[in-house]
């Protein structure tokens, strides 16, 4: 599997290695150390900018200019790091959202309607779950942010892309639960 920011550009002369996070062409030196395999976590470019939160609570957040120390997105943090990360029952959720979790967010970040995207996933999901974590409904929490993931693969065709992760012989070989949910996505610059 390889990185979800790399793409190959065909051009006339044959074609580039490119990265979409940076939108510029990536040396064949990068490309095989970090591009095209696991080693794309390590990457510097992919580890940029770095966030601390949900891959979709986040950039939802940050297209509603919500700051990102608010109780909200800290009370989602929290149930990450205290609830989710320490109960093994949540560890293959987590694997998978690692894994998708960041393609949804940027194919959020670059929707047209981007705004009225994120209001709604705020207001019907979002703050839904949110409710959940403040009422200590661990399960239905997580199972209302599973649905509304599935639901975004669905909205953004990522149904070929999801199967294949789960499909890849080295999937969540490398998982590393107190690292895992932690969003690493390009922060919104409006």
Not at 56 to 68: F, G, V
């Amino acid at each position: 599997m390889s990185c979800t920011y790399y793409r190959f550009e065909n051009s006339l002369f044959g074609g580039d290695y490119w990265c979409s996070k940076e939108n510029k062409r990536v040396d064949s030196e990068n490309y095989y150390r970090y591009c095209r395999g696991y080693d794309y976590s390590i990457c510097p470019i992919y580890r940029h900018n770095e966030t601390s939160g949900c891959f979709i609570t986040t950039i939802c957040c940050q297209i509603l200019k919500l700051p990102d120390n608010c109780q909200f997105l800290n009370d989602f943090r929290t149930f990450r790091d205290e609830v989710l990360i320490k109960n093994r029952k949540y560890h293959d959720i987590l694997k998978e959202y690692d894994n998708i979790g960041p393609m949804i967010a940027e194919a959020i970040y670059h929707d047209k309607e981007k705004e009225k995207l994120a209001e709604g996933l705020y207001q019907n999901a979002l703050s839904k779950i949110h409710k959940d974590i403040k009422d200590k409904k661990n399960d239905s929490a997580v199972e209302k942010y599973y649905l509304m993931t599935l639901m975004l693969i669905n909205y953004y065709n990522l149904k070929h892309k999801y199967n294949e992760i789960k499909d890849d012989a080295n999937y969540g070989v490398d998982f590393i639960p107190k690292t895992s949910g932690h969003g690493r996505i390009k922060k919104v610059t409006n």
